[in-house]
């Protein structure tokens, strides 16, 4: 067993823009992608519900990111077009839809 210390790096597009000009404000996709990030942190992911049948690779943790955080972002008309899941300095994984 070892452990990972992610940098997750997300990709958010839009079609209109809010009344001071964004898409989104960077503050609020952080907080949401932390929130999620915190729900594997210090976990053995092989035992949380989407791991249970596939194998927890940065590729499949990218890939649950990415899903999650469009399901929080969707009301506000926000999907995620990427997400960069990196594990080192130079190891990183993309995941897009």
């Given at each position: ?5 992610w ?20 503050k ?58 990196w ?11």
């Open positions: 067993m070892h452990g990972h210390n940098k997750v790096e997300v990709e958010v597009c839009g079609n209109k823009l809010d009344n001071i000009g964004m898409v989104m404000d960077f609020e996709i952080k907080k949401s992608t932390n929130n999620i990030v915190g729900e594997l942190d210090h976990e053995f992911l092989n035992d949380l519900e989407p791991f249970k049948e596939k194998n927890p690779t940065a590729e499949n943790i990218a890939k649950y990111i990415f899903g999650r955080l469009n399901e929080v972002l969707s009301p506000r008309d926000v999907k995620v077009k990427s997400i960069k899941l594990e080192t300095e130079r190891s990183a994984v993309k995941y897009t839809e």
